[in-house]
């Protein structure tokens, strides 16, 4: 089966001065030889021993450091300072980071007494924020703090609560009272 006229320049036909990925007539040589005088030609490699795709004589390469090693690592200096999972808290060896109180602060603010409550909550953000700071002393004293403030906020809340009972009790007593009765 043909397609035309294959002869001289019909389909398919190879151009007179080459095709494609052949050398250039003036490099020397024929088809696909290398030209006596290492000159270039497409394709080839220079003859100093370099290029593309080759290592450098120094014998490094790509995705290595200068002074050795291989992937993955990291020079001295680089990394997390301590620990990862598992290591030790800041605090020290074995210590527990204190009751933040975060719960009894929540629920006080909510039901006793609000701004004493929000000092509270501050206080007990704070035990966290001094613990991973590494300061322990800081973190115990705003743990105490914490402390102190909802206990403040529930006594007054509980005073408060006290207070509007009788006083409704009151009220209701003094109405009862100047009401006429009639029987």
């Not at 990394?79 to 719960?103: E, K």
């Not at 501050?122 to 115990?140: C, E, L, T």
């Not at 007054?156 to 009788?166: R, S, T």
Request: hydrophobic share 25%; glycine share 24%.
């Amino acid at each position: 089966m043909s397609y035309g006229n294959q002869g001289e320049g019909g389909y398919g036909a190879q151009p007179s001065g080459g095709g494609y990925g052949q050398q250039p007539p003036s490099g020397g040589g024929g088809y696909g030889q290398q030209p006596p005088s290492g000159g270039g030609g497409y394709g080839q490699q220079p003859p100093s021993g370099g290029g593309y795709g080759q290592q450098p004589p120094s014998g490094g390469g790509y995705g290595q450091p200068p002074g050795g090693g291989g992937y993955g690592q990291q020079p001295p200096g680089y990394g997390p300072p301590s620990g990862g999972y598992g290591a030790q808290p800041p605090g020290g060896y074995g210590q527990q980071p204190p009751d933040n109180h975060l719960v009894a602060a929540i629920l006080t603010t909510i039901f006793c007494c609000l701004p004493l409550g929000i000092v509270s909550i501050v206080k007990s953000s704070q035990v966290n924020q001094k613990w991973q700071a590494g300061d322990y002393q800081g973190a115990v004293e705003a743990s105490e703090e914490a402390k102190t403030w909802w206990k403040r906020a529930l006594i007054i809340g509980i005073i408060a609560e006290v207070l509007l009972v009788v006083g409704y009790f009151v009220l209701v007593a003094v109405l009862f009272s100047t009401v006429p009765t009639t029987y």
